[in-house]
Nanobody
Framework: QVQLVESGGGLVQPGGSLRLPCAAS????????MDWYRQAPGKERELVAG???????NYADSVRGRFTISRDNAKNTVYLQMNSLKPEDTAVYSC???????????????WGQGTQVTVSL
């Protein structure tokens, strides 16, 4: 069963930090690029950060310098370290991996269920 499970969300004060893990199962993790998205109430979902299978990263302008995406292939887990959090970072954060087709290996796109992050006093 292909599955992504996020955790680590919660309530944090402005300026605080959170680390969100996303554990993958049912995939050959080191073949997959991994992304973190977020969706705030009334807003469209946006790409926050991504990491390729080879470890290259990219970030939305709004989080660059504050958020860090990383992966641990031995643990089949991708992380989003969020520092200097702002109220506008409040959203449901979800991890995602796109469909992969390499030789005889194929997996569809997969989304996690999401974890709520609330930044407030």
């Amino acid at each position: 069963q292909v599955q992504l499970v996020e955790s680590g969300g919660g309530l944090v004060q402005p300026g605080g930090s959170l680390r969100l893990p996303c554990a993958a199962s049912g995939i050959i993790f080191n073949l997959h690029a991994m992304d973190w998205y977020r969706q705030a109430p009334g807003k469209e979902r946006e790409l926050v950060a991504g990491i390729t299978a080879g470890g290259s990263t990219n970030y939305a302008d709004s989080v660059r310098g504050r958020f860090t995406i990383s992966r641990d292939n031995a643990k089949n887990t991708v992380y989003l370290q969020m520092n200097s959090l702002k109220p506008e970072d409040t959203a449901v954060y979800s991890c995602n991996t796109k469909a992969v087709s390499i030789a005889h290996y194929w997996r569809p796109e997969v989304w996690g269920q999401g974890t709520q992050v609330t930044v407030s006093l």
